[in-house]
Every structure is written in structure tokens, then in C-alpha cells.
């Protein structure tokens, strides 16, 4: 696996046999990052389905991560003519991670701005050099950090200072610490790389297990990196959900998500 | 399964074997609704996973649902102390219509208001009475409105008179027309049985197929009809999202839902 100019590429690197490993400093506080593994099982699932471009994947996280060895075992359960639909897991040892399904296909090379309907754009955000880097220290220790390259809207940086601002939100740049392009399969990472939007609210948060999360991935990024948006609305029932929206450089929707995370009891 | 006193009963019945009926009248156009599908392969899921509350259910849609005999064949991929999780599909012959994978766990049975955070509350709508009642008469035949008593927001009904709003949003109330509470398993029905929202658009869409559909369920709704707001914001590369949301009688967010659908090349 060692081809690989970009640590993304090594990190997700899946072998024909499914196999692949879950590398150390991917993590927040020792468990692997939500948005890595999928990227890592997405690959996985790319692979099975012969098609370059994740469409729609869910996840359901069963057990964190740790760095070592991991299969996905994934089978086609539709080959249609635009898209191909595939159902799989991704275990270490004896212990599932994650379940999945996903759905693949070819989306054209290069973003299109335009479109019949759009009821919204990116995110304002000030210029990258005006927002705040994330950076691998804060309340929990998050080397994933040191992967990317993520700089925060100001306002959306409370949660770090001690002053957060009462709303969920989370929002930025990103882009990789490498300089790898953002490709489709990456966007499942980018889909769960930003502090949790309910850091800002005055929650004893500190840990916000994953239920479930899907992404929509819905044009090829061009290059430069992207905006996002990360937002919750309705905190209930010790659940909440997070949207995510990432756009490109020129403005172009690339992928939505939608998480379904625990509160702590 | 003649004992069930109510159609929704009687159309999801699931025998120890997984096996159940598609029934006739639940279509729009001669195709099974996506949301009566849901809920049909959600309660052969939720039989496997014994725990009665869907929290999060995706289905990957690969064929359209026509009247006669399904399997739900599902496995427990986790059982654990709040949830189980399992994964699955639902076969009509040598058919795969859905692929499956749902959290299963048991939420309180009242609805509870307080949250600590709600950035939105539920739709604003006229009295039930002031609403449009959705009949099984319209640019196409969409017999499945006669199980339901659904109440468009008078806004919402251009599509239907010609004079389209321009905006992708359809709202209402929403009751089974037999006078069947809502549980959280006809949430998943609910999450998919409001006209489109983009058929508000001027968009030549009269069928959209749904790619993958994801449903939270958030909490047990109250006695009473539900007030549903769904909402496309993104319409691009032929494809877009619609989100939906589900609030009881008392004003408590009891779904989530969100779908990725095609528009017609």
C-alpha cells in the first residue's frame, strides 16, 4: 500500500480480499473518526461495486475503531444500468464496526454550478486566513486534526474559548494537510470531520456517539478546498441530528449528510 | 391476518417466516408507495430485531412494488443494551425491491415536549378544515390517498390547479383514514406520503423515483393527526434531496426523514 502519495489514500488503501487497516492518528481520544472509517468501508464498497462515485451510503456504527486490521465484506445486491447497489459490513476480528448499504455510480467529472433549484448557497464564511485553525488540542485530544486542514468560522469557535455561542452550528474551509485533492469517496470523510455543531450549546457534550449517518454525495469537487456547514436543530429524546452541506470552490453543492448522534445519558 | 382491525395492520402483516403481502390500493399509478414499502419491510425488521421503535431505517429502493407476496429476510447485526441493529431486505420472488439496514430500541410511549434545544418548531398551517383534502384523483392516479386523510396546505396545491408555487415545499396534517393512531412504525409511511415537494416547481416531474429514503424517528407520536412538512432545497444533477419532518398533535418532533430521488432524464 505503500504507492500511495497522500496519507488518505494509504489510510482507506483496500486490498482485493477487502482487507485493509485502520491507521493510528486518525483519531479523536483513541476511536477512529466517524467520517475515516466510512471512507475506509466506503472504499471497500466502491471496490465491490465497480463504480467510481459514491452516490448515497449509510452507515450504522456498531463499535469504535482502533487502529489494526479490517475486512469489508460487501456483495452486489443490484447492478442496474446508472447505479450500482451494494449491502456490506466492516469488522476487526469478531467485532462488526459498521453496516452498510450504498449506492455507486459515475456523476460527471466536473461540478456544474448551475441548476433548476437551488433554495440556498454555501455558507458565508470570512476568508480562510480570517477563520480559526483546528487544531489536534482543545477539550479531548483529536490527532485526526493533524490530517486536515480545518479553519473555522470564527463565531463557531466558543466551544474551544469557553464562550460558545448558543447555536449548532459548525462551520469552515477544508481542505487536506497534504494537499490531496477532495474526490467524491473523501466527501464521506468531510461528512464527519468538524466538531460536533452541538459543541456550542450549553451541553455537557463531550462525547457524541454516532448512531447512524448518510451521505449523498452530489457532484465531483473541484479543486480548492470546500465549505461547510454542520447543523442541529432538534436536540430530543437524548438524540439529535446533524446536517451537513459541502460545497465546492465554485459554489458548487457537493455532498449533503445527516447524522443521528447520542446524547451522553 | 384477517385480525387486524385496521388496512395499515392488515398491509404490513409479517408471519414468523417474513413473509407478507403487498396489498392492492396502496399505489400511486400501479407502483407501491415508497413510505408503504418502508413500513412493510420495516416491520420484518423490526419482528428480527425485537425492540418496537424504528430509530433509524434506510432502504435502498431497487424495484417498484406491484401486488402479491414479499420476504423480509433480515439478521441481527448487533444487539446491544439500547439498541438493536439489523440488516436485511425485502424480495418480491427473485426481486430485491429493498435494501435494508435499521437501529431498532424502545423510545418513552408519551411524547415529551421539553428539549433542550429546537431551532424550529412545527409548520404553520391553517385548521385541518381550511386545508385541501389530497384525493386519489390528480395528474395520475394515486389510489394509496384513499388510506389517508391528508390535508395540503392551501399554498401547496398548485400542482394539482395549474398555478405552481415555485417553491419546493408540500405541508399538512396527516391521519390514516380509518381512524388508526400513528405509531412510530407508520412514521415510515408518513415519512414518504405527501406529494413531492419539487411537483411545486416548474419541472417536467411526474414521477420521481426515490433512490434511498432514511427515517428517524425521534418520539412516540401523540393521539391525533400529524402535521408533516416536507422540503427540497437542492435540485441538481438530476437528482435531489427531500426532507421531511413529522410533529404530533402536541407539538413534538416525532420524525426526521430524508430521501434522495431522481428527476426523469
Known amino acids: 500500500m505503500s504507492e500511495h ?25 483513541g476511536n477512529a473518526n466517524g467520517g475515516y ?22 452507515a450504522h456504527y456498531l463499535a469504535p475503531g482502533k487502529p489494526g486490521d479490517v475486512v469489508v465484506d460487501a456483495r452486489v445486491v443490484k447492478q442496474g444500468k446508472r447505479f450500482t447497489t451494494v449491502a456490506g459490513s466492516m469488522t476487526a476480528g469478531d467485532r462488526t464496526l ?35 485553525a483546528r487544531t489536534a488540542t ?29 447555536v449548532a452550528e459548525t462551520a469552515g474551509w477544508l481542505a487536506f494537510a497534504d494537499g490531496r485533492p477532495i474526490d467524491t469517496l473523501s466527501l464521506l470523510l ?14 455537557d457534550a463531550g462525547w457524541v456517539p454516532t448512531v447512524e449517518m448518510t451521505v449523498h454525495v452530489r457532484a465531483v469537487p473541484a479543486p480548492g478546498p470546500v465549505r461547510c456547514l454542520f447543523r442541529t436543530r ?15 470552490s465554485v459554489g458548487t453543492l457537493v455532498a449533503l449528510s445527516r447524522q443521528l448522534a447520542l446524547l451522553p445519558r
Open 234 to 248: 432538534f436536540v430530543s429524546g437524548e438524540m439529535f441530528e446533524e446536517d451537513g452541506e459541502v460545497w465546492d
Open 190 to 203: 468531510v461528512a464527519d470531520a468538524f466538531p460536533p455543531a452541538v459543541f456550542n450549546l450549553d451541553l
Open 5 to 29: 502519495a497522500y496519507e488518505f489514500d494509504r489510510a482507506t488503501a483496500i486490498d482485493e480480499g477487502g482487507r485493509g487497516r485502520l491507521h493510528d492518528g486518525w483519531d479523536i481520544n
Open 138 to 166: 482543545g477539550p479531548v485530544p483529536t490527532p485526526f486534526m493533524n490530517r486536515l486542514d480545518v479553519r473555522l468560522r470564527p463565531t463557531d469557535v466558543g466551544f474551544l474559548t469557553g464562550d460558545k455561542s448558543g
Open 98 to 132: 459498521l453496516q452498510l448499504v450504498g449506492t455507486f455510480g459515475e456523476l460527471p467529472r466536473t461540478s456544474v454550478a448551475t441548476s433548476p433549484y437551488m433554495a440556498g448557497g454555501p455558507p458565508e464564511l470570512p476568508p480562510i486566513d480570517e477563520c480559526v
Open 37 to 58: 472509517l466510512l471512507a475506509l468501508a466506503g472504499n471497500g464498497l466502491r471496490a465491490v461495486a465497480g463504480r467510481v462515485d459514491p452516490i448515497s451510503v449509510t
